[in-house]
């Protein structure tokens, strides 16, 4: 679950971690209440889950309230990256004498978690590793003995002249580390982190990921999922065990499993149709899952066909068929639906929707099933 | 020969006693697997289709004399039960659990390396000797025994690749489902290098996603140490950036992990990677001049 900026702020704070203060606004209204306890100049920060904001004009400094209330409106309601901005951040802004760059990172290859810390910072890292790898310097964390605190100082050296400030940021990595571990998070990143002409510490920019996996221990967490810009049918769809993802073709995909279902729109497009989305039932699927399925996948407008690809192992055919008849008499199913079964008691799956009469396209192989679908689909 | 899993193989059942557990248990039973006893804290002494079930691991091995587990315990406890495992010596772990927390995983591949005990998975349906022994949840049926080694980060796909193999007339020595997540235990690469000393294994298929790099550290491994055909697949090619397709693992970060760059590096390797999962066999009996 990746946490917006001010989220991730909110989070990184509690473990001590130097936030600005500021507040998150839905209107200008509320950016005006806001003001009234901040000192300008202020920053004016769309909240997106997309990146290059900045670029796109939604990060703009205000040195007065009016100022402020004119940029505010301006970000409220832009488009980012095909992305209706609904939330700004608003924060006071610092007077930057060096920006940083600090994260925190699982690392697949190494299976271990990696701080990174580069002077390039405040720019996109991995902009950095292509053009100036030697900027960046890694240290990878043995899980079981920590960060300690000298290694952080090591990092910390490489990238802050100045040693006493090179000591307080080297502490702040500390905090960082005991944040990704505490949140559960897969990447804590602080960029920049700015030493302001003061010689004082902020992180400027935060982005924290929480492991999916780890969300049952973080129920505070989960509540900050931002309901302003999550997809409303992948959630509904989580909450009955279902993996769903919504693409911008036309071929509904029912599968079970997930590298087949990624295979089943692969192949859809390979034959020249294009997947509505990605759906795994999952794998001990019970009738009422496949019942939700049809309906999420339906809601789509765009889905002039469906695609049920299942191939039985833990998942039985049965229950597939059973899930499927039952949606056929609890909603009015529009589209084509072409379906290939096998595996585990295929007979009495087949058998059991050939009894029911239901409208079904049936094929015996991958390929056949993606190929009669993308063509009803096209009428 | 085969590699991993075979007649010798003594197998203890990590969660025997849950729904999951049992139900498989019964079903590797079936298929030939020598399973001898279970374990579930609390329930020792007491008994799942006549095989007996510890409290510990420690004293399930000790009075079992087992070489390897299978684990069906909950994501919340999946991690403390392969360190068990792990502590208590057997050889190879099998971690069937999904939703394991990353963080927790890393701290459990770290101490399996001190303790040198091999773990596949987790989010995994296991691993298969074909007519000899299956650790895990495939279905036995559609396996036969042959001289291609299979190596898979998915389940119902290699399900779908296998039955084209067997149908095709090529065999598998050892089908392995290495798992879904980001942090796992054996990785194609670990594998390959078990395939590479199995006389048996004549050719070996990878079945990889989108996702981290592991395909492109296989594909340098094939291309400087490798000397048998191997044929990949890639699912994914279609997949949105920054979005997890179902797998956790299976997730395009920034711009790297793509299906592209893994066809690619696969290509540069002689590795020939097929269009879709029934070309597979097809390709691999070329290789194999059949």
């Known amino acids: 679950m990746k946490l917006l900026e001010y989220s991730s702020k909110e989070v990184l704070k509690r473990y001590g ?104 910072g405040g720019v996109d890292i991995e902009e950095v590793a292509r053009t100036k790898p030697e900027a960046i310097h890694k240290y990878a964390v043995d899980p079981i003995l920590g960060f300690p605190a000298y290694k952080a100082r090591e990092l910390a050296f490489k990238v802050v002249d100045d040693p006493k400030l090179a000591i307080k940021f080297s502490s702040n990595l500390v905090k960082l580390y005991n944040a990704f571990l505490g949140l559960d998070a897969q990447l804590a990143e602080i960029n920049p982190f700015v030493i302001d002409k003061s010689g004082d510490l902020w992180a400027v920019d935060a982005k924290v990921i929480v492991d999916d996996n780890a969300l049952f221990r973080h129920p505070d967490i989960e509540k900050m999922r931002d309901m302003d810009y999550e997809n409303l049918e992948e959630l509904e769809a989580k909450k009955y065990g279902l993996s769903f993802v919504a693409l911008d073709g036309y071929v509904g995909c029912m599968v079970n499993g997930a590298g ?110 993606a190929r009669k679908a993308i063509e009803l689909a096209k009428g | 020969m085969s590699i991993l899993v075979g007649k010798d193989t003594k197998v203890l059942v990590q969660g025997i006693t849950g729904r999951d557990g049992s139900f498989h248990t019964k079903l590797m039973r079936e298929y030939g697997t020598n399973v001898v006893g279970g374990v579930t804290p609390g329930k020792g002494g007491t008994t799942v289709d006549g095989l007996p079930v510890f409290n510990t691991m420690h004293e399930a091995v000790e009075k079992t004399g087992a070489n390897a587990s299978v684990i069906f315990v909950p994501a919340p406890f999946a991690a403390d039960a392969i360190m068990e495992a792990a502590d208590a010596g057997v050889e190879l772990v099998v971690a069937i659990t999904e939703g394991i927390p990353v ?113 492109q550290d296989a594909a340098e491994y094939i291309k400087s140490e490798f000397n048998k055909p191997v044929v990949a697949f890639i699912a994914g090619r279609t997949a949105p950036p920054e979005k997890r397709m179902g797998h956790a693992g299976a997730i395009i970060s920034g711009s790297s992990g793509t299906a592209e760059e893994k066809i690619k590096a696969f290509n540069a390797a002689g590795v020939p990677v097929a269009a879709e999962p029934a070309e597979v066999a097809t390709l691999l009996k070329e290789k194999l001049g059949k």
């Open chain 2, 103 to 215: 963080n927790d995983m890393l701290r459990v591949v770290r101490f399996l390396e001190e303790k040198g005990t091999r773990l596949i998975g987790p989010n995994c349906p296991g691993l298969i000797t074909p007519d000899e022994a299956k650790l895990g949840i495939l279905p036995g049926q559609i396996f036969k025994r042959g001289p291609v080694g299979v190596i898979s980060r998915s389940g119902t796909l290699t399900y779908e690749i296998v039955s084209h193999l067997t149908a095709n007339g090529l065999g598998q020595s050892t089908a392995i489902g290495i798992g879904g997540d980001p942090i796992i235990g054996s990785k194609f690469i670990d594998l390959l290098k078990l395939f590479k000393d199995d006389p048996e294994t004549e050719a070996v298929v990878l079945i990889g996603e989108i996702g981290g790099t592991d395909e």
């Open chain 1, 17 to 120: 971690l130097p936030i600005q203060p500021g507040e998150v606004a839905k209107t200008v209204e509320e950016v005006e209440k806001i003001l009234d306890n901040l000192k300008f100049p202020v920053v004016i920060k769309a909240q997106v889950p997309v990146g290059g904001r900045g670029k796109a004009g939604g990060v703009k400094l205000a040195h007065d309230k009016a100022e402020a209330l004119e940029k505010a409106k301006a970000i409220l309601g832009m488009q980012i990256k095909g992305i209706t901005v609904k939330k700004v951040l608003v924060t006071e802004a610092v007077d930057i004498d060096k920006e940083i760059y600090a994260g925190v990172v699982v690392d697949r290859r190494t299976k271990r978690p990696v701080v990174m810390v580069s002077s390039e």
């Open chain 1, 260 to 369: 087949l279902a990624m295979a089943t729109m692969d192949i859809i497009k390979k034959y020249g149709g294009d997947p509505a989305n990605f759906l795994d039932v999952g794998g001990s699927s019970n009738p009422e899952k496949v019942t939700k399925a049809m309906e999420i996948i339906l809601k789509d407008e765009n889905v002039k066909s469906i695609y049920v690809n299942i191939f039985g192992g833990i998942t039985r055919c049965d229950d597939i068929a059973k899930g499927l008849i039952e949606a056929f008499s609890n909603m009015e199913v529009k589209v084509p639906v072409v379906i290939r079964l096998t595996g585990t008691n295929e007979e009495l799956g087949k058998k059991m929707l050939e009894e029911s009469g239901l409208p079904l396209v049936t094929a015996s192989t991958m390929a056949e099933g």
